[in-house]
């Protein structure tokens, strides 16, 4: 069932039309994108670290001043597909706002310590954090820059330009809260995820994989058509 709050300034506004974009608002809408993002991700550790988690995750975003949630819904009002994303400065403070978390969903799941990339994240994030660091600061993005966190549309809707529409516009939502350029990480081997993203104008960073495997997008934005 459709949340029962209005839509806040809808990027299709017509009830009509097959796709609808909004920024999520309400605990209600958070539910069912988190439910989006566990099916999404299924098999990803965060997604494997459960729904408590994904909820926590989803209303971070949501509530986060300068960050953009945005939620796609099909005609039958049924949350399809989200978009979340925020300044790289805020990685921190959202690692320190889910720790808790966090923690308490690995002690629920203690088969997830045995998982390998709990760990390879893990050394990511604290052996080689000056990377996150220096993504901020890095001379070739015009400044500010905001980070695609995740992207994610349902199996059944997939190929079928929900995905492309979530991009445009959480472009438009960067444009309008002042950003000049975006930047995402995909897993090098997600070949069709990757063509998204350069259809859509993102342009791969060669030489940028890390040890997680993940590789650097980036778009700049065209700030003078806002």
Same mark, same amino acid.
């Given at each position: ?68 949630? @945005?939620? *796609? #819904?099909?005609?039958?009002?049924? =949350?399809?597909? /989200? ?7 805020? %990685?921190? $403070? ?72 979530? @991009?445009? *516009? #959480?472009?438009?939502?960067?444009? =309008?809260?002042? /950003? ?7 897993? %090098?081997? $997600? ?36």
């Amino acid at each position: 069932m459709f949340p029962n709050v209005a839509l806040n300034s809808p990027v299709s506004p017509d009830p009509g039309a097959d796709i609808i974009i909004t920024d999520i608002v309400g605990n209600e809408m958070v539910q069912m994108v988190s439910e989006v993002h566990l099916e999404t991700f299924r098999g990803y550790l965060n997604a494997r670290l459960g729904p408590g988690y994904a909820c926590a995750l989803i209303h971070w975003f949501a509530q986060q001043k300068g960050a953009v949630a @945005l939620a *796609a #819904f099909d005609r039958n009002r049924q =949350a399809i597909g /989200y978009a979340i994303g925020a300044s790289p400065s805020l %990685a921190k $403070k959202l690692q320190r706002d889910l720790a808790w978390i966090t923690v308490r969903s690995i002690v629920l799941r203690p088969w997830l310590i045995l998982d390998k990339r709990l760990w390879k994240v893990g050394y990511a994030r604290l052996v080689k954090k000056n990377d996150a660091d220096n993504i901020s600061h890095e001379e070739d993005l015009p400044q500010p820059t905001m980070s695609l966190f995740g992207i994610g549309v349902e199996s059944p809707h997939r190929r079928k330009g929900v995905g492309q529409r979530l @991009l445009l *516009a #959480f472009e438009e939502r960067a444009k =309008a809260l002042k /950003y000049r350029s975006l930047l995402l990480w995909v897993y %090098a081997d $997600k070949a069709t995820t990757r063509r998204l993203y350069e259809k859509c104008g993102w342009s791969p960073c060669p030489g940028s994989i890390e040890s997680t495997g993940a590789i650097k997008y980036v778009r700049l934005l065209d700030t003078h058509s806002v």
